[in-house]
């Protein structure tokens, strides 16, 4: 795992078991569970023109061979680019943020999180004791009628 570049297999797979969630790994997770059907739509519809404009511009950009804030991984199929825009979320929200704002809106508003504004990470205080990823622990709590929680320690 390498958070600080974006990369995080433990946050990469658990995309796509939340993608899988509705029985399909296609880049579009079971949205506004509980909601009426007039709701989930216009969230499905919202989805789609967003992730569909940011996973055809990544898939661009790599075959320029030009490198940014997502990994290339990600404009493999929309299931992958879920799971890369998931790991960038969480891993580097203060460079996916300004530079890809629809897409972190959409994300900030599934994962119910805004890792941009969580306080900086604290440094190491002691050599002697084994690192952990960035610095913070995560803890997941997946429920589909209540959505995601995801809560960090330093």
Not at 110 to 124: G, T, V
Not at 131 to 151: M, Q
């Amino acid at each position: 795992m390498a958070p600080e570049r974006g990369y995080n297999v433990v946050l990469h797979e658990f995309a796509h078991q939340i993608d899988y969630e509705d029985g399909w790994a296609n880049g579009a997770p079971a949205l506004g569970t509980g909601q009426s059907r007039s709701k989930r739509k216009q969230e499905y519809a919202a989805w789609t023109r967003i992730m569909g404009k940011e996973f055809k511009e990544l898939r661009t950009q790599v075959q320029n061979g030009e490198s940014g804030v997502l990994r290339a991984y990600g404009a493999t199929n929309p299931a992958e680019f879920f799971a890369v825009a998931t790991e960038t979320f969480f891993c580097k929200p203060k460079k996916l943020q300004p530079t890809h704002p629809g897409l972190y809106s959409e994300l900030k508003m599934f994962y119910r999180q805004d890792p941009a504004q969580w306080p900086p990470r604290k440094p190491a205080t002691s050599s002697a004791s084994p690192p952990v990823s960035s610095g913070i622990l995560w803890h997941f709590h997946w429920s589909i009628k209540n959505g995601i929680l995801l809560s960090f320690a330093s």
